[in-house]
């Protein structure tokens, strides 16, 4: 059975930093991982991602801000985020392409991160 669950998220006030991470079971995190966020009434958005090579993708908005990270070990993906704006505030979801079924994924349940200014 392939399960992410993310945690870390919370409340944290405009200038602070949060570290969410996704706990993968039933799949290894060593191919495309990526961690999503949805603000109410908007789209889905790509915040990060991790390619099977270790590069990183950023979108411009946290580009300086976010890093994005995994523990193979651990099986673990993090997302330390640095310099939190109000705009930041969304549900954030950790994703891991399906290997026998490309361009698919699996999702989290997602996790709130709250910032207020």
């Known amino acids: 059975q392939v399960q992410l669950v993310e945690s870390g998220g919370g409340l944290v006030q405009a200038g602070g930093s949060l570290r969410l991470s996704c706990s993968a079971s039933?799949?290894?995190?060593?191919?495309?991982v990526a961690w999503y966020r949805q603000a109410p009434g908007q789209q889905r958005e790509l915040v990060a991602a991790i390619t099977a090579d270790a590069t990183a993708y950023y979108v411009n908005s946290v580009k300086g801000r976010f890093t994005i990270s995994r523990d193979i070990a651990k099986n673990t993906v993090s997302l330390q985020m640095d310099s939190l704006k109000p705009e930041d505030t969304a549900v954030y979801y950790c994703?891991?392409?399906?290997?026998?079924?490309?361009?698919?994924?699996?999702w989290g349940q997602g996790t709130q991160v709250t910032v207020s200014s």
């Open positions: 039933g799949i290894f995190v060593h191919n495309f």
């Open positions: 994703a891991a392409e399906r290997e026998s079924e490309p361009g698919f994924y699996y």
